[in-house]
């Protein structure tokens, strides 16, 4: 039984000091300028010069005239074909 207490003691000692001990870490501190207050506002331009109107451009020549059309045949005389017209039927009352 002595030895249990002393066995148990050094064991709990051992696995305690096994453990991590956090790190302490320190933020850095960073300084941002701040811009200062605007500064006076600049002259203004002066304005460009107008540019010259370009010349009007030459007409262009006129067409030529088309060639004349073909001819048609002339009309053969009629036969004795006897040509039938229906009758135009009654408007609906």
Known sequence: MKYSIIFATLLA???LSAC???TVVTPTIVTVPVPGPAGPTGATGSSGMTGQTGATGDTGPGGGTGARGATGEPGKASGDTPVA???????AR
């Open 85 to 91: 017209i229906p009758p135009t039927p009654a408007p």
């Open 13 to 15: 000692s051992l696995a």
């Open 20 to 22: 991590d001990k956090p």
